[in-house]
């Protein structure tokens, strides 16, 4: 079926294209996990979308006659978009989850934001223990989230497309009980977020590759209010970390 026929169609013309009935066209989108022939279309376009603004046809676009001004605009809006678009109480219920020292923290990054990711990490793991970042293969991915316990916290973030094995990995960890958080640059996601969270960031690009300022902003409050959460606990940590980094001598004076 070609997905312009419905993105831009009706349950009555996809259901004449297919040659089949409207009832059937129902029940298939209710087969694929959609709440309807409308959320189905909703999903095409956004397909559709990705497929007309990949990172290889922005390439091609001619370039910006001002790309600091339009560099900066984008950025701004980017993130403006991810702070006002948070779900009021979203938040705070994310960060409580990542509070809680009964529960493991696993994070999974796509490749596009593994980065992002280790200063994530690097961070939550300065604030408490039992922070695991994913990294490598997914045969060695698989292997760790073997020692996943149900009620851990699974930390995956992704851009628009996402990758196999990025899903594959995450849809694991649900499965044995994890509480999915997903940072996603665009919505609807493939990723389970059943039980769980999901956190929107925006990634509109200047250039031809997807922005990660509105995902770097997003963990950013992420840390800084788990931080308020713990503060005179996180205040003895970085003290200690802070002595140990100076007695070693690892930076200069």
Not at 196 to 213: M, N, T
């Amino acid at each position: 079926m070609d997905p312009e026929a419905i993105a831009f169609g009706t349950v009555a013309s996809v259901a004449e294209k297919a040659g089949t009935s409207t009832p059937s066209v129902v029940r298939l989108s209710a087969a694929l996990g959609f709440r309807g022939f409308a959320e189905l279309r909703d999903a095409a376009r956004a397909e559709l979308s990705i497929r007309l603004n990949t990172d290889a046809v922005r390439a091609r676009t001619e370039p910006l006659p001002d790309p600091v001004s339009s560099l900066l605009a984008t950025e701004v809006e980017n993130v403006r978009a991810t702070l006002e678009g948070l779900e009021a109480g979203r938040v705070d219920e994310v960060v409580a989850l990542l509070d809680d020292e009964s529960r493991a923290i696993w994070i999974l990054p796509s490749t596009q934001t593994e980065g992002v990711a280790l200063r994530f990490a690097d961070q939550l793991m300065i604030v408490r223990d039992g922070v695991t970042l994913l990294e490598g293969s997914e045969l060695r991915v698989m292997s760790m989230v073997g020692a996943l316990r149900r009620g851990d916290a699974f930390v995956s973030m992704d851009i628009r497309r996402h990758e196999l094995a990025t899903l594959r990995c995450q849809a694991a960890a649900v499965e044995r009980g994890a509480v999915p958080v997903v940072l996603a640059g665009s919505l609807p996601v493939a990723l389970d977020t059943a039980g769980g969270h999901i956190l929107a960031f925006s990634g509109k690009a200047v250039g031809p590759f997807d922005s990660l300022v509105g995902l770097t902003v997003l963990t950013t409050l992420l840390v800084n209010q788990l931080v308020d959460r713990r503060r005179p606990g996180s205040a003895r940590r970085l003290s200690g970390l802070e002595r140990t980094w100076t007695t070693a001598g690892l930076f200069e004076a």
